[in-house]
T-cell receptor, first 115, second 107 residues
């Protein structure tokens, strides 16, 4: 099992462009979480998804940010019209359907730089 | 809202000395707490969870509800313990992280 995969690992965008971050959960995992880490801060929850459903998006900024987890393919975090303040590390985590231990497995992260 | 505080940004300890990484939380309910570790150039990984009351790599953490703390301890530090450590609280499927403590073990 390769673990949670994220790509790209590094992404550079100019202000106003769109950023698309991908996350492939571990095999057999049906729950995906996105977190953002700004410089000098801890990881902050953004959104929790199951296949084809957004369960909790209470941590998502109201504008420009969206997330999806389609029936087939990876989960996508999309940031439209990026601004300098979006520069951060974005982490994805996944967990299995049976979450008795409530463990989330993290990907390596995507570091977004907005120039 | 829940909050996790790790007061030490940096901590240096000599090899063989005891280690304690502090974590305090604020949460009105019954907390579910974790310690995550990130070694250099590796991804974040779970170190231990309070409900398991286990010892991983010599580390233990006890939940103290009176002091709202979940400090991570190890009696004898090893060089391979150098890493970034995050305390986290789980509620409604969401993890709330502290800002982390960078632990450096001095040979």
């Amino acid at each position: 099992n390769a673990g949670v995969m994220q790509n790209p690992r590094h992404l550079v965008r100019r202000r106003g462009q769109e950023a698309r971050l991908r996350c492939s959960p571990m095999k057999g995992h049906s729950h995906v979480y996105w977190y953002r880490q700004l410089p000098e801060e801890g990881l902050k929850f953004m959104v929790y998804l199951q296949k084809e459903n957004i369960i909790d998006e209470s941590g998502m900024p109201k504008e420009r940010f969206s997330a999806e987890f389609p029936k087939e393919g990876p989960s996508i975090l999309r940031i439209q019209q990026v601004v300098r303040g979006d520069s951060a590390a974005y982490f994805c985590a996944s967990s299995p359907p049976n979450r008795a231990l409530n463990e989330q497995y993290f990907g390596p992260g995507t570091r977004l730089t907005v120039t | 809202a829940q909050r996790v505080t790790q007061p030490e940004k940096l901590l240096s300890v000599f090899k063989g000395a005891p280690v304690e990484l502090k974590c305090n939380y604020s949460y009105s309910g019954s907390p579910e707490l974790f310690w995550y570790v990130q070694y250099s150039r590796q991804r974040l990984q779970l170190l231990l969870r309070h409900i398991s009351r286990e010892s991983i790599k010599g580390f233990t953490a006890d939940l103290n509800k009176g002091e709202t703390s979940f400090h991570l301890k190890k009696p004898f530090a090893q060089e391979e313990d150098s890493a970034m450590y995050y305390c986290a609280l789980l509620r409604d499927e969401k993890l709330t992280f502290g800002t982390g403590t960078r632990l450096t073990i001095i040979p």
